[in-house]
């Protein structure tokens, strides 16, 4: 079956521009999560969507940095008024639900965004 | 401030001798601790994970190893085989979180030489 997709691979956009990245999430996974992670890091935790819950959205960086999740499956991450900064790869993960602690994160491939 | 920490950015070992990857975390309510692997230009994908309740757990090549008096835990590689190449990422949860977010460390790059 087809795993978490994103799109797109690359974008660069230039300083001040807004932009708009998609994850795709396994079918059937209803907690999708996004992170990011900038060079020479880890992967730094942006925000969570679980069902039709409130997503936690603790871990976007300012009020730049939004997302969404329609009809519980694909979500899109935007960034408004892009800064050198949010130069980074940025993943997406779905994973199952019920499964509390243990439940696996499947990753996408990423989106590669270069700020100029 | 840091929770998982990395600290080594880079290992370099011979095929077929054997891999350990460290990762030190600081909060001693982190109960589920996992390892995930990543080539370039792909999402990482989970290796394996160990809850707090054990201090070891195997799958075939693969063992972690937990210490909880030390919030340190290790990734044993044995035997070490070229395709295992990649950035090794530990990543913990704490319980009875409400979200499954993980906290992730910087990561290790792995090289196995032939």
């Known amino acids: 079956g087809a795993g978490v997709s994103q799109s797109p691979s690359n974008k660069v956009t230039e300083k001040g521009k807004d932009v708009e990245l998609r994850c795709d999430p396994i079918s059937g996974h209803t907690a999708l999560y996004w992170y990011r992670q900038s060079l020479g890091q880890g992967l730094e935790f942006l925000i969570y969507?679980?069902?039709?819950?409130?997503?936690?959205k603790s871990g976007l960086p300012s009020d730049r940095f939004s997302a969404e999740r329609t009809g519980g499956s694909v979500s899109t991450l935007t960034i408004q008024r892009t800064q050198q900064e949010d130069s980074a790869v940025y993943l997406c993960?779905?994973?199952?639900?019920?499964?509390?602690?243990?439940?696996?994160?499947?990753f996408g491939p990423g989106t590669r965004l270069t700020v100029l | 401030d840091q929770q998982v920490k990395q600290n080594s950015p880079s290992l370099s070992v011979q095929e077929g001798r054997i891999s350990i990857l460290n990762c030190d975390y600081t909060?001693?309510?982190?109960?589920?601790f996992l390892w995930y692997k990543k080539y370039p230009a792909e999402g990482p994908t989970f290796l394996i994970s160990i809850s707090s309740i054990k201090d070891k757990n195997e799958d075939g090549r693969f063992t972690v190893f937990l210490n909880k008096s030390a919030k340190h835990l290790s990734l044993h590689i044995v035997p070490s085989q070229p395709g295992d190449s990649a950035v090794y990422f530990c990543a913990v949860k704490k319980f009875p979180t409400l979200t499954g977010k993980l906290i992730f460390g910087q990561g290790t790059t792995l090289q196995v030489k032939p």
């Open positions: 993960a779905s994973s199952s639900p019920g499964r509390g602690v243990t439940d696996t994160q499947y």
């Open positions: 909060n001693s309510m982190f109960d589920y």
């Open positions: 969507f679980q069902g039709n819950s409130a997503p936690d």
